[in-house]
């Protein structure tokens, strides 16, 4: 018997006159490949109930659909029949589809990085050059009346209710890593505050530079998965990168070279933004993942070695 989201599928297929073909990933949403009647392909994305809502997902849409058309290499989206974009299910989820991006991811998470360090360098400045093209162009963008994504502004990463959650009281955490965890919290949230008082750069950021969602397309590289997308600082979208590199022996190297592809000295910063993003992740495990996975300690281990690192 099918699972209540493969039906989902084939019903949110049939709406794109197309044919589920494989499950992709199901994370925060279920994506499928879609083969569509022309031949092509196409992602088509399940939302996950009540994580984003309809006008959010709307706006993610109308972003990257402008972005494609002033040739960023994202997915644009692909539109309904009737010329919408965002389909309701009878179960009442929503569904979308955008343009199948035909590459490999650079790497995944918890594996080291494949190549040469000097590949990786270049990898990194590669994609501090992408990020900076993003921004800029976001910037050049005149949003529509009703756009709406979230915040990872100072709430939405260190206040009271983070947008992923209160990590800070992780269950798996020691009393005295909830501690290190909380005061974590209490100096980013400071540091940020003056970031923006300063005039950091803020604007809309894809906000999940992870190397799943970093493709490549031959010499070149593109972005996929803006769900998690809004406004936030820009420095944010560089320690998301570097998030992952916690491990890797070029740790220091790679993160130079994304900055230098990007265009900022600004160490200090960059290194808060990607503390800021270790824990937010580590908030992201707890409503997610089975209370046993071996991820809740990992995120913590990896938490309690850049507070170490960052803060001393």
């Known amino acids: 018997m099918a699972t209540m989201t493969e039906a989902e599928a084939r019903a949110a297929a049939a709406l794109w006159q197309g044919r589920v073909s494989r499950l992709i990933v199901a994370r925060e949403n279920a994506v499928y490949e879609m083969a569509l009647p022309e031949g092509t392909c196409a992602a088509l994305r399940l939302h996950r109930t009540g994580y984003q809502d309809a006008a959010a997902i709307r706006s993610e849409l109308w972003w990257c659909a402008e972005l494609a058309a002033l040739g960023l290499p994202v997915p644009a989206p692909l539109p309904l029949p ?3 974009h965002l389909a309701t299910l009878a179960t009442g989820r929503h569904a ?13 998470a918890g594996r080291p990085l494949a190549h040469s360090t000097p590949a990786q360098i270049d990898l990194h400045v590669r994609l501090g050059q992408l990020l900076r093209r993003l921004h800029e162009t976001s910037d050049r963008l005149t949003l ?7 915040r990872w502004d100072g709430d939405g990463l260190m206040g009271e209710a983070p947008l992923w959650g209160r990590f800070w009281e992780h269950p798996a955490a ?13 100096l980013l949230r400071s540091a940020i505050d003056r970031h923006a008082k300063a005039g950091g750069d803020f604007g809309l950021i894809h906000a999940d530079v992870l190397r799943e969602n970093i493709l490549r397309i031959g010499p070149d590289l593109a972005l996929i998965d803006f769900d998690d997308s809004g406004f936030g600082f ?16 070029a ?10 592809g990007y265009g900022t000295q600004d160490v200090e910063m960059v290194e808060l933004f990607t503390l800021a993003r270790v824990l937010a992740s580590v908030g992201w495990t707890m ?11 990992s995120h913590l281990a990896r938490a309690d070695m850049v507070i170490r690192r960052v803060l001393g």
């Not at 020691?174 to 209490?186: F, G, K, M, P, Q």
């Not at 740790?251 to 230098?260: E, T």
């Not at 409503?287 to 809740?296: F, G, K, N, Q, S």
């Open 82 to 84: 009737d010329g919408e």
């Open 96 to 108: 979308s589809a955008v343009r199948w991006l035909d590459g490999e991811a650079i790497g995944a």
């Open 144 to 150: 529509p009346p009703g756009f709406s994504r979230p």
């Open 174 to 186: 020691s009393y005295e890593r909830s501690s290190a965890l909380l005061a974590a919290r209490v």
């Open 234 to 249: 820009r420095l944010y979208d560089l320690g998301t990168v570097l998030s992952q590199n916690q491990y890797e022996p």
């Open 251 to 260: 740790r220091d190297d790679l993160r130079d070279a994304l900055m230098a």
């Open 287 to 297: 409503p997610r993942l089975a209370p046993d996975d071996p991820i809740h300690r």
